[in-house]
C-alpha cells in the first residue's frame, strides 16, 4: 500500500473562516476528511497533519524518510520563506507534490515566488480542496 503524509502549514488550521474569498469555506477537519476518502478509495493510506510550526513541519519531514512514499505538503507562507523546509524536502528525497488552495501566481507578488517548487515534482495552486491530488503522486508510486 502507498503511504503518504500530507502536511498542512501555518494557518491552515483556520480555514472555513480565514479569508473564504481565497481559501473556501471547508474546514480543515473537512479537507482532511475529503483526502482520507479519496485515499481509501485508490488503496493509499495517508497522514494528514497540520502545525503553525516550521520545526514541527522539518521534523515530520524528515521522520517520513523510510515510512512513507511520498508527501504532498501545503507550506502555506513558508513557501515563499523557507529554505528550511526546502532543504528538509531535498534531503529525505521523497517524491513531493506542493500544494496551495489559492493560485498564488495570481495573488500578491510576493506568493509567486516558491522556494519548495525546485525539489518538488510539481506543484497545484488555485483548485481548492480538490487540489491535493492523489493521482499525481501515484505517477512517483513504487511498482
Not at 3 to 16: A, F, M, Q, S
Not at 80 to 106: C, F, K, Q
Not at 110 to 125: E, K, N
Amino acid at each position: 500500500m502507498y503511504r503518504i503524509l500530507v502536511l498542512h502549514g501555518p494557518n491552515l488550521n483556520l480555514l472555513g473562516t480565514r479569508e473564504p474569498q481565497h481559501y473556501g469555506r471547508e474546514t480543515l477537519a473537512e479537507v482532511n476528511a475529503r483526502i482520507e476518502r479519496a485515499a481509501a478509495a485508490l488503496g493509499v493510506s495517508v497522514d494528514c497533519r497540520q502545525s503553525n510550526h516550521e520545526g514541527q513541519l522539518i521534523d515530520w519531514i524528515h521522520e517520513a524518510r523510510g515510512e512513507r512514499d511520498g508527501l504532498i505538503l501545503n507550506p502555506g507562507a513558508y513557501t515563499h520563506t523557507s529554505y528550511a523546509i526546502r532543504d528538509a524536502v531535498a534531503a529525505v528525497g521523497l517524491p513531493t507534490v506542493e500544494v496551495h488552495l489559492s493560485n498564488i501566481h495570481a495573488r500578491e507578488p510576493f506568493r509567486h515566488v516558491s522556494v519548495i517548487a525546485p525539489v518538488a515534482l510539481g506543484q497545484i495552486a488555485g483548485f481548492g480542496p480538490y487540489g491535493t491530488c492523489w493521482r499525481c503522486m501515484l505517477g512517483a508510486a513504487p511498482q
